[in-house]
């Protein structure tokens, strides 16, 4: 049970550059999240899924896409990276009903140039 | 809305002191309140929670009350250790009010001195 893994850890692109960034949780999760870790501003929700085949918009959803093509596997998008998206990036999962603890991934550290 | 507020930090102790970092919160419906710790270079695990008034959440020397008279849910531990230095979060899920997105506060970093 690896619980939730996100790849790749660490990646350095040039400002225009697209990625995605791949989570994967073996926990039958159904609900999915992508978030932002900047130096004094918190956790920031970007995207969110409740299910597969459903994605929503979190706090700062622009200039990222996102997809869940399949129930174990979130994706996060960048189309053309820019400076201001330099950050370390996590996933999470959560199980629905009353269990809300969420499970995160290691991170994955992006620097755009 | 919901909203958590933790004091901010670092708070720097030195080992075997006593640790109170604040955490008071905002909601609607009866959430469930928790604490994340984060370690150097790792994402966030759950250190403990409670999911209901007057419920107190406990592990590894951490307690933590759900008051919600005071809307509040405080972090406690009676002796810290250098192991414990990381950043810790205060969060609140309010599934049952019908929110998919748990509130986080904003961290507070916790530097412990030999």
């Known amino acids: 049970n690896a619980g939730v893994t996100q790849t790749p850890k660490f990646r350095v692109l040039k400002t225009g550059q697209s990625m995605t960034l791949l989570c994967a949780q073996d926990?039958?999760?159904?609900?999915m999240y992508w978030y932002r870790q900047d130096p004094g501003m918190g956790l920031r929700l970007i995207h969110y899924?409740?299910?597969?085949?459903?994605?929503a918009k979190g706090e700062v959803p622009d200039g990222y896409n996102v997809s869940r093509l399949k129930k174990q596997n979130f994706l996060l998008g960048l189309e053309s990276a820019a400076p201001s998206q330099t950050s370390v990036y996590f996933c999470?999962?959560?199980?629905?009903?009353?269990?809300?603890?969420?499970?995160f991934g290691p991170g994955t550290r992006l620097l755009v140039l | 809305g919901n909203s958590v507020t933790q004091m901010e930090g670092p708070v720097t102790l030195s080992e075997e002191a006593f640790l109170t970092i604040n955490c008071t919160y905002t909601a609607t419906g009866y959430p469930s309140l928790f604490w994340y710790v984060q370690y150097p270079g790792e994402g966030l695990q759950l250190l403990l929670k409670?999911?209901?008034?007057?419920d107190k959440g406990s592990n590894k020397g951490f307690e933590a009350t759900y008051r919600k008279e005071t809307t509040s849910f405080h972090l406690e531990k009676g002796s810290v250790q250098v192991s414990d230095s990381a950043v810790y979060f205060c969060?609140?899920?309010?599934?049952?009010?019908?929110?998919?997105?748990?509130?986080f506060g904003r961290g507070t970093s916790l530097i412990v001195h030999p």
């Open positions: 926990m039958n999760h159904e609900y």
């Open positions: 969060a609140l899920s309010d599934r049952a009010g019908g929110s998919y997105i748990p509130t």
């Open positions: 999470a999962s959560t199980a629905p009903g009353p269990e809300e603890t969420q499970y």
């Open positions: 899924s409740v299910g597969e085949g459903t994605t």
């Open positions: 409670a999911t209901k008034a007057d």
